[in-house]
């Protein structure tokens, strides 16, 4: 009886750590993040910017603890969908990452990227589409 509590308590505190050091599929910032600052041939130009669907709150954690890690890493082009709905702002990039983990897109920003750019790149584990200008 002692011997089964012992091995039923190990199991359970060995399970809850496996799943405690996992990481999180529904929000992967972290992973898109690393992704996306991996693309270096692309994301240090002026013509390309790093979208995600939060508010404006959110991108600028986005890109200070997940981007630039603190100032760890260069500065690139992120913005939130909010600050590019107009159609002109938007068509100012050739290319665009598009982190939607969190809030759906926007109808009209999916309309202006569906006519004026192609979809490259779904990253469906990560939630990062690249779109590139037609």
């Known amino acids: ?31 898109a993040a690393d992704w996306i600052y991996a693309q270096s041939n692309f994301i240090f130009n002026d013509d390309t910017l790093v979208m995600i ?14 981007i630039t890690r603190q100032g760890k890493r260069d500065q690139i082009n992120v913005s939130t969908q909010y600050a590019v709905r ?19 897109v926007l109808p009209d920003v999916q309309a202006v990227l569906d006519e004026f750019y192609v979809l490259e790149t779904d990253k469906k584990d990560i939630k990062v589409r690249v779109y590139k200008r037609k």
């Open 1 to 31: 009886m002692l011997f089964r509590s012992f091995v039923i308590s190990a199991f359970s505190l060995n399970c809850l750590s496996v799943i405690s050091n996992s990481k999180s599929t529904l929000y992967p910032y972290q992973e």
């Open 53 to 66: 669907t939060d508010g404006n709150r959110c991108v600028e954690g986005f890109n200070e603890y997940y």
């Open 86 to 104: 107009e159609k002109d702002m938007l068509l100012g990039y050739s290319k665009v990452y598009f982190q939607y983990a969190h809030i759906g």
